[in-house]
């Protein structure tokens, strides 16, 4: 049977932080892609990936915006690399309580980098003038119960809702619109 297993395949974004000049344009073109409506506007603020910028000390690094993180770390680390002493969180791709990346600015709602769904190539990689990004793909056998982007993304809102207000006002709130729903 696993000879007719479905295929998936596996993006994945390599990051050459010494090529990165801090230039910026993977932030503007991914909060522009993710406008509404689409390339209305573009600010950094909304952009699933974020340049961690030292300009004084020579430090620039790309990060995608990954998984939400209810509280933030009790412990975090330092690293050296090359010489360069890069601060705590510098690597970090969670949207968590102790900064303001990865949050839509209005909602504040956790962002999550999407691989610009329905786009050939991530948008960010092809406006990348200088290789600091770099898109690989692999094909991995497919996991049935492996569940879908939307999903994730639906659940991931919700929890940082539930969080902010309490589950029993986002139940509260889901039963109204389900009513009012069903009187359309
Ligand atoms: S577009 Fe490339 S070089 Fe410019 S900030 Fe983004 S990753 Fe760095
Ligand atoms: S892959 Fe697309 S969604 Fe993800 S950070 Fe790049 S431009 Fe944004």
């Known amino acids: 049977m696993k000879g007719n297993q479905e295929k998936k395949i596996i993006k994945t974004i390599k990051i050459n932080v010494d090529k990165c000049n801090g230039c910026r344009a993977c932030e503007m073109i ?23 910028r030292e300009p004084l000390r020579d430090l ?24 360069k002493e890069y601060d705590e969180c510098s690597f970090c791709r969670a949207s968590c309580p102790s900064r303001d990346e990865f949050k839509e600015p209005d909602s504040g709602l956790p962002l999550k980098c999407d691989m610009c769904e329905g786009e050939e ?15 690989e793909e692999r094909e991995e056998d497919a996991d049935e119960q492996e569940p879908k982007n939307e999903q994730i993304d ?31």
């Open 154 to 184: 639906i659940e991931i809102g919700l929890e940082a809702l539930a969080d902010k207000f309490g589950l029993e006002k986002i139940t509260d709130a889901i039963a109204r619109m389900s009513q009012k729903d069903q009187l359309n």
């Open 30 to 52: 991914c909060s522009a892609f993710h406008a509404t409506p689409k390339y209305s506007s573009n600010n950094p603020a909304r952009s699933r990936i974020r340049i961690i």
């Open 60 to 83: 620039y690094v790309p990060v995608y915006a990954g998984e939400y993180a209810v509280a933030e770390c009790a412990g975090r680390d330092k690293y050296t690399i090359d010489g």
């Open 121 to 135: 190539e991530p948008l960010c990689v092809k406006w990348c003038m200088h290789d600091a990004l770099i898109l």
